[in-house]
């Protein structure tokens, strides 16, 4: 009986010391790198967003486990001379706060992005989506057709995967309550451990951007709740992939995509040209690059999204629920 008291005394230590190593990463995180933009309260979340310029609208979604930092990399400030450019954290993510209760899945974020449309009178935006941001942009331009004027997706999520990327691996993990005690103990002192080897995957076959964990935000990924939100992304992210892939041919708007030829989280086929097979008027591109085009071409991406906002906008459509 002794034994085992002080066998969970120890283990009650451990996780006590690993909570405040954890508290104070945090801490030194957010000094680091404390909120750029402003919060606009929407139902369902708290948006943290950063608008630069003026101009047609363009509203940028980024992906797992990512934040909008990997936009203002690069492709903001390029884009905003032309531009009203609206960049968002997806509920959870980043500085963005889901409200507790809330649905990750890619229709629930969608109407949160719709209620940050109409927050912003944005119009009719021409939305970015990179990676799970992409499979986002498209549940919101399927339910609200009337609120997208067009879509520019970079290396998207368009169907279901068969096998997690082992780089997001450490995600799934099904329980709330396990998400919380492993964001709180574990998931900082094993991604400090693992993050040069995830990175030189996400970005494989291009180098690694020396500055990724402060100019692009890569350090915010030690808060617990972002890892606790990229996880509730992750086990929600098929629920709502097959009802969506029966609708793309019904789709009616400007399409444009954007894939690397090395990418290695997902599958430029069956992803990217899957869904410029199943869109009726999809254009795709190719580039030699991996996934994480945002911050490696900056230049590339910024130029692709302003030819997809120079193509023919349909008018309006009438609403679709998507259910």
Same mark, same amino acid.
């Given at each position: ?35 750029? /933009? ?11 967003? #950063? ?9 940028? #979604? ?25 960049? $968002?954290?997806?509920? *959870? ?8 209760? !809330? !649905? ?11 209620? +940050? ?5 944005? /119009? ?6 990179? !990676? +799970?941001?992409?499979?986002?942009? @498209? ?29 997001? !691996? ?20 094993? /991604? ?15 180098? $690694? ?48 995509? @954007? ?27 190719? #580039? ?29 459509? $009438?609403?679709?629920? *998507?259910?």
């Amino acid at each position: 009986m002794m034994f085992l008291f002080l066998a969970l005394a120890a283990v009650l230590l451990i996780e006590a010391g690993l909570a405040l190593f954890t508290l104070r990463t945090v801490r030194r995180v957010e000094a680091a790198l404390p909120p750029r /933009g402003r919060f606009v309260e929407v139902p369902g979340a708290r948006l943290h967003v #950063v608008e630069r310029g003026q101009g047609p609208t363009l509203l940028l #979604v980024h992906g797992l486990a990512g934040q909008l930092c990997h936009f203002t990399y690069g492709i903001v400030d390029l884009l905003a001379s032309r531009y009203r450019v609206v960049a $968002v954290d997806r509920p *959870g993510s980043g500085y963005s706060v889901r409200a507790a209760g !809330s !649905s990750a899945a890619l229709g629930a974020q969608a109407e949160v992005l719709a209620a +940050l449309i109409d927050a912003l009178k944005l /119009g009719r935006p021409v939305v970015v989506g990179h !990676s +799970l941001g992409g499979a986002v942009a @498209l549940a919101l331009a399927q339910r609200h057709p009337e609120r997208v004027a067009g879509l520019a997706l970079i290396a998207p999520l368009t169907h279901p995967v068969e096998d997690v990327p082992p780089v997001f !691996s450490a995600l799934k993990i099904a329980k709330p309550w396990a998400r919380t005690l492993v964001a709180w103990t574990l998931a900082v002192p094993i /991604g400090l451990a693992r993050r040069d080897a995830a990175l030189r995957v996400l970005f494989d076959p291009e180098p $690694v951007a020396v500055d990724f964990a402060t100019r692009a935000g890569g350090m915010l990924t030690l808060r617990p709740s972002h890892f606790i939100a990229a996880c509730a992304d992750l086990a929600a992210a098929p629920d709502d992939m097959p009802a969506m892939i029966q609708r793309y041919p019904a789709m009616r708007l400007p399409v444009s995509i @954007l894939y690397g030829r090395g990418d290695r989280i997902l599958d430029p086929r069956t992803q990217g040209e899957a869904l410029a097979r199943a869109l009726p008027g999809a254009e795709l591109t190719l #580039v030699d690059g991996g996934h994480m085009l945002p911050v490696t071409m900056p230049e590339r991406c910024a130029q692709f999204i302003h030819e997809a906002a120079a193509r023919p906008t349909s008018a309006p459509l $009438v609403r679709n629920n *998507g259910r």
